[in-house]
């Protein structure tokens, strides 16, 4: 089974940096798509980035501050996060889609982040 473990979570003044890391497991391909996820209170879930091997894309409201990257030989996802605001309060998820004859996705348990006035 696919196994996906979120790290790097905390509590972050206003302007402040985070990097999120995400340990995968189990048979995960570089040619799977992986993302970052986010769920603030009374909000839906929804797309912070996403990186396949051909290229990234971001959610217009964190362009030009986060940076996702993966170490394929590490099976690790990363997020660095700089100049974070409150709007960024969330629980942040790692997700992977293993492509086959159906797509399945995997996500992990999720790391809370927190950005103070």
């Known amino acids: 089974q696919v196994q996906l473990v979120e790290s790097g979570g905390g509590l972050v003044q206003s302007g402040g940096s985070l990097r999120l890391s995400c340990a995968a497991s189990?048979?995960?391909?570089?040619?799977?798509?992986m993302g970052w996820y986010r769920q603030a209170p009374g909000k839906q879930r929804e797309l912070v980035a996403r990186?396949?091997?051909?290229?990234?894309i971001y959610a217009d409201s964190v362009k030009g501050r986060f940076t996702i990257s993966r170490d394929n030989a590490k099976n690790a996802l990363y997020l660095q996060m700089n100049s974070l605001k409150p709007e960024d309060t969330a629980v942040y998820y790692c997700?992977?889609?293993?492509?086959?004859?159906?797509?399945?996705?995997?996500w992990g348990q999720g790391t809370q982040v927190t950005v103070s006035s």
């Open positions: 997700n992977v889609r293993t492509l086959g004859w159906r797509d399945v996705d995997y």
């Open positions: 189990g048979s995960i391909f570089s040619s799977y798509p």
């Open positions: 990186i396949t091997s051909g290229g990234t």
